[in-house]
T-cell receptor, first 111, second 112 residues
């Protein structure tokens, strides 16, 4: 299974942008890049996903490298409620069950 | 947004008891999943279902069993709980393909 590598933790100041990196050097052509986040005592929450092009939604932006071996989740203005564990996962569009969560990046937001 | 419900939220039970963790979703999603997550650790897929009467084991071996008699319901059963089963169990559903997963808030199980 394709896997991802993320830093264990990152810290940000409130109201500032946050760039969360993810490496996925073994990505295949059929893998979508998904990001989820998990707040304390809750289940993971979908954030954004993409295949090749950069993507934007109301929660975040996803920047995908041209060779697709890495991606970056961008939170444009971090708030205290964005403190969570962020997971970058690869999802094979031909096998819906084939994806791997990994240990994620714990984001701490300072006031 | 998808609504997916898990009960109970917390469960403390003695060794040897039979337990069933409930998971229901109201969005008509065909695909449903069970994940196991220890505190501060990654999620591991233990069961999934393509639809009614379809269940498969996931990547992590588990002594639990599941059933899918109705689209909206995907319960997980442990016939004889042991302390090693202590963990958080998360249920999820999706339309399929590259569609997002929608998670419940989990059941935190403690077996004494």
């Amino acid at each position: 299974d394709a896997k991802t590598t993320q830093p264990n933790s990152m810290e940000s100041n409130e109201e500032e942008p946050v760039h969360l990196p993810c490496n996925h050097s073994t990505i295949s052509g059929t893998d979508y890049i998904h990001w989820y986040r998990q707040l304390p005592s809750q289940g993971p929450e979908y954030v954004i996903h993409g295949l090749t092009s950069n993507v934007n939604n109301r929660m975040a932006s996803l920047a995908i490298a041209e060779d697709r071996k890495s991606s970056t989740l961008i939170l444009h203005r971090a708030t205290l409620r964005d403190a969570a564990v962020y997971y970058c996962i690869l999802r094979d569009r031909n096998n819906f069950n084939k994806f791997y969560f990994g240990s994620g990046t714990k984001l701490n937001v300072k006031p | 947004e998808a609504d997916i419900y898990q009960t109970p939220r917390y469960l403390v039970i003695g060794t040897g008891k039979k337990i069933t963790l409930e998971c229901s979703q109201t969005m008509g999603h065909d695909k449903m999943y069970w994940y196991q997550q220890d505190p501060g650790m990654e999620l591991h897929l233990i069961h999934y279902s393509y639809g009614v009467n379809s269940t498969e084991k996931g990547d992590l071996s588990s002594e639990s069993t599941v059933s899918r008699i109705r689209t909206e319901h995907f319960p997980l059963t442990l016939e004889s709980a042991r302390p090693s089963h202590t963990s958080q169990y998360l249920c999820a559903s999706s339309v399929g393909g590259d569609s997002p997963l929608h998670f419940g808030n989990g059941t935190r199980l403690t077996v004494t």
